[in-house]
Structures are given as structure tokens and as C-alpha cells.
């Protein structure tokens, strides 16, 4: 049991930091990141989340996490 739990805040905490990392540390071409240009003028750029890549993002770390899960229950 407390091996799961260990998992799942490893998961949770590199999910986060990746999120953090994403959002406020990443530029535009950073392959990791989850900024979009929203709208562009000759002058200025706002810059947003995409969700897509959001929830790309999310599916892979759910998917990896429950892979390691199967992985450590498997070998107990």
C-alpha cells in the first residue's frame, strides 16, 4: 500500500512541476511547453494555454502512472 501511495504523489508532483514548467518557464519553442499564441497584431502577442496540449500533457502522465502502477503490482 504505501508503495501505490508513494506512486501516485511521484506522478502527481512530477505532473505539477511539469505544469509549472510549462506555463511560466518555457518559450514559445520549448517542444514541452503549453503556450499558444492567441492573438498576434504587428505590435504586440498574448500568449495563452493551449488546452490541447493541456490535455495531452494530463492523458500521458495518467497513462504513465497507471503503467508503473501495473508494473509494481505485477512484481509483488
Do not use: Q
Request: aromatic content about 18%; some cysteine.
Amino acid at each position: 500500500m504505501n508503495r501505490k501511495v508513494g506512486l501516485f504523489l511521484l506522478v502527481f508532483f512530477c505532473y505539477l512541476l511539469w505544469l509549472y514548467l510549462a506555463i511560466y518557464e518555457s518559450s514559445m519553442d520549448d517542444w514541452w511547453t503549453v503556450k499558444e499564441i492567441k492573438h498576434r497584431t504587428d505590435d504586440t502577442v498574448e500568449i495563452g494555454v493551449s488546452n490541447v496540449k493541456f490535455v495531452v500533457g494530463t492523458v500521458f502522465f495518467t497513462l504513465g502512472g497507471t503503467v508503473l502502477y501495473l508494473l509494481i503490482r505485477k512484481r509483488n
